[in-house]
């Protein structure tokens, strides 16, 4: 089975490595997190190389990431990009490659529908957008604004 993540327990660490798009493409976050979740309280080091997916598993992934009891460490490898930086940015420390990449932008999404089921998309489009700038906020410090 093809997965698009692994992870991988030693004593009271353990590396998690996210290689693929997130989401829908491979293992979804309900199965990532039942994984976590045994793992117990043993230090995760996350190591990333992704062009990004599923916004939502990614905030699941995220969110389950920050919960966790103990230290996070991620290392971008190689490429962090869209939904995979939200994942970066629930560790306690980022590590990035000299000649890595990290690449945000708004989230988009493929619709169709009349011109209701469109205008929920965009709302939708919108109100995820204030939660990921709220995120990238928090980490950095910076207003949202900015």
């Given at each position: 089975m093809k997965t698009w993540f692994r992870l991988r327990a030693a004593r009271k660490t353990a590396e998690l490595l996210i290689y693929e798009e997130i989401g829908a493409w491979?293992?979804?976050s309900k199965d990532?997190?039942?994984?976590?979740?045994?793992?117990g309280d043993a230090a995760l080091t996350v190591r990333i190389n992704s062009p990004g997916g599923d916004v939502f598993d990614?905030?699941?992934?995220?969110?389950?990431?920050?919960?966790?009891?103990?230290r996070v460490t991620v290392h971008i490898d190689a490429l962090c990009a869209s939904a995979a930086t939200l994942i970066a940015l629930a560790a306690d420390e980022v590590r990035m490659a000299d000649n890595a990449l990290f690449m945000i932008h708004e989230p988009w999404t493929v619709s169709m529908g009349n011109s209701a089921e469109l205008l929920k998309q965009s709302d939708l489009l919108d109100t995820t957008a204030e939660q990921i700038v709220g995120i990238?906020?928090?980490?950095?410090?910076?207003?949202p604004t900015e």
């Open positions: 491979g293992i979804n990532l997190l039942a994984q976590l979740t045994a793992l990614a905030l699941a992934i995220h969110n389950a990431l920050t919960r966790h009891s103990a990238y906020a928090r980490k950095t410090g910076m207003d």
